[in-house]
């Protein structure tokens, strides 16, 4: 059973998406599946350089409203044994050079890995996510080689597919992440619980002509 999984790298939820899908998998021993990570950039207009974060959520949110946001993603992501340090990001990267080296990584057969790094980076340790000289040590602390990784970066490879892969998941109507696609036929949008995924499954172990979306 292929899993495709649109996500962002910086995008709270996604990693909240992740431990719920990480949770549902453990219920299900029955399946073998694999989880492939597709690129979804939620600010594809943010500079290379990024944006220093509280202009950016004030821009976004509007800065009471930001505290009440995120104090309310911190709460739920502690539920999934996540401890998002929020006040450990100076900046909000662009994605771009993110997506390329998750990617890059599927060739290693570490995808996972990096996209698990990749997180704990940004989430717990205030990285900076959009810089190739820091995205090619989180590509180490997963198991690739930090050398040819960043050699790799500074190359425009794959630049062009995830910006394409980017442009035709919003042709397909997606609007927000994470979303996952089971089996290539069953959507799931957003952070479920677990107990959400359990039909999802089913109907693609049993070939079913239903779809699950919210």
Known sequence: MIIDIFSDTICPWCLIGK???????????????EIRWHAFQLNPGMPPDGMERT???????????????????????AGEGIDFRF??????????????LV??????????AVVEALFRAYFQEGRDVGSIEELAAIAADAGMDRAATLAWLATDEEREA????????????????????????YAVSGAQE????????????????????E
Not at 56 to 74: E, P, T, W
Not at 103 to 112: L, P, V
């Open 19 to 33: 431990r719920r899908l990480e949770r549902a998998l453990a219920q299900r021993p029955d399946l073998t599946f």
């Open 162 to 185: 995830v910006v394409a892969e980017d442009a035709g998941a919003r042709r397909m109507g997606v609007q927000g992440v994470p979303l996952f696609i089971v089996a290539g036929r």
């Open 103 to 112: 990617r890059h990584a599927a060739a290693s057969g570490c995808q996972d």
């Open 55 to 77: 202009a950016y959520l004030a821009a976004k949110f509007g800065a009471k409203d930001a505290a009440s946001v995120y104090d309310n993603i911190r709460r739920i992501g």
């Open 87 to 100: 006040d450990l990001i100076p900046r909000t990267p662009n994605t771009l050079q993110s997506h390329r």
């Open 194 to 213: 677990p107990e959400y995924f359990m039909p999802v499954f089913d109907l693609a172990l049993n070939g079913g002509d239903r779809s699950a979306a």
